[in-house]
Structure formats: structure tokens, C-alpha cells
């Protein structure tokens, strides 16, 4: 059991690390098993970052987005009407 456990924590610890693009040298289960976790947990840090971010720009483009949707609606609705452009 123990040798399949080290098989699938090797084959774990170079598919992340081919990921992560890191040389670090563990050479025992344990280790495999602590850079695994860390790397899936710093992968999930990582992305939770980046949304956070994306979050925060789409919300500043939020307001000014709002504002042109009001202001080609007004424009639109003025054109229908046929009222004159010096309102």
C-alpha cells in the first residue's frame, strides 16, 4: 500500500510541479504530499486574488457604464420624439 501511496504522491508532485514551473527537490512522502497540498492551495489563493481584482475594476466601470446607458436612452427617446437639439 505504502508504494502505491509513494507512486501517486511522485506522480502528483511532477504534474504540479511541470505546473508551477518550481524546483523544489522533496524526497520523501511527506514532503510530496505538503508541496501537493500547498501548491493546490496557493493555486486557490492565487485565483481568489485575481477575482477579487477583476471585481474591483468591473465595479469602478460600473458607474460610468451606467451613466452612457442613461444618457443614449435620454438621446434616444428625444430623436423619437422629434424634439429639437437645442433642448
Not at 1 to 30: E, Q
Request: hydrophobic fraction near 50%.
Amino acid at each position: 500500500m505504502d508504494d502505491y501511496l509513494f507512486k501517486y504522491s511522485t506522480a502528483i508532485y511532477y504534474s504540479l510541479r511541470l505546473y508551477t514551473v518550481r524546483d523544489i527537490g522533496p524526497t520523501v512522502l511527506m514532503e510530496r504530499m505538503f508541496f501537493a497540498i500547498f501548491a493546490v492551495v496557493s493555486a486557490m489563493i492565487n485565483a481568489n486574488i485575481f477575482g477579487n481584482i477583476y471585481m474591483l475594476i468591473s465595479e469602478m466601470n460600473a458607474r460610468p457604464n451606467a451613466y452612457q446607458s442613461q444618457h443614449d436612452a435620454a438621446i434616444t427617446a428625444m430623436s423619437s420624439m422629434k424634439l429639437p437639439s437645442d433642448l
